[in-house]
């Protein structure tokens, strides 16, 4: 009786387990970054004092996968922190992914006057403070002046430190972000140990 090739040669057999067992962990992996979650670091003080460089965040894309899945454009809350791909990223120059706060959301009117930003919206025609409803964040008075209309099917970012400088965001020439580059928003901070939070 002739013994076959797989046990003549267990080596064979270990090695097709361990690829395929590798192909899984691969095929896992990018499921779960494509439609479940994502990691990133923050780099830069464009948040401070809410994030800081090397917070370790835990971006939610679940309801970015659910819109997609009901052919919808999914649209962050105003005042989460968002995650999304630099529309003025290029290659080797900048950062291609950007973390910052939600301010003004599609067809809405966003003035920044006086060291804060009103908003402007059929709801609130006389016009309200975004950050109101941010539980003390972002605690800098906002830099410069303006006054933006929001086009449709897309944000009004900004960071939480204002001052100055400090943060690359709608309103000092990164201009409004396109739905469709949101990655997710932030739900966790995982790093540093001692500063663990959900957001």
Do not use: C
Not at 14 to 21: K, M, P, R, V, Y
Not at 93 to 116: A, C, N, Q, S, T
């Amino acid at each position: 009786m002739e013994i076959n090739f797989i046990k003549r040669h267990p080596f064979v057999k270990d090695a097709i387990s361990i690829t395929i067992f590798i192909l899984f962990v691969l095929i896992g992996t990018l499921f779960i970054n494509t439609f479940i979650f994502r990691s990133f670091s923050v780099v830069g003080p464009s948040m401070e004092t809410t994030l800081y460089t090397g917070d370790r965040l835990i971006v939610n894309r679940v309801p970015v996968t659910v819109a997609q899945l009901q052919n919808k454009t999914y649209m962050p809350n105003r005042g989460q922190i968002i995650v999304f791909k630099n529309p003025r990223y290029t290659d080797g120059i900048g950062d291609e992914y950007i973390v910052k706060r939600v301010i003004g959301l599609p067809g809405e009117r966003v003035v920044l006057k006086d060291g804060h930003y009103t908003v402007y919206n059929k709801q609130y025609p006389n016009g309200f403070n975004p950050d109101d409803s941010n539980h003390g964040e972002p605690g800098s008075p906002t830099s410069g002046s303006g006054d933006w209309t929001v086009p449709n099917e897309e944000l009004f970012v900004s960071g939480d430190h204002r001052q100055g400088t400090y943060s690359f965001d709608s309103r000092n020439g990164l201009g409004t972000i396109p739905l469709y580059d949101v990655v997710g928003p932030v739900s966790f901070r995982i790093f540093p140990l001692n500063k663990i939070r959900s957001f």
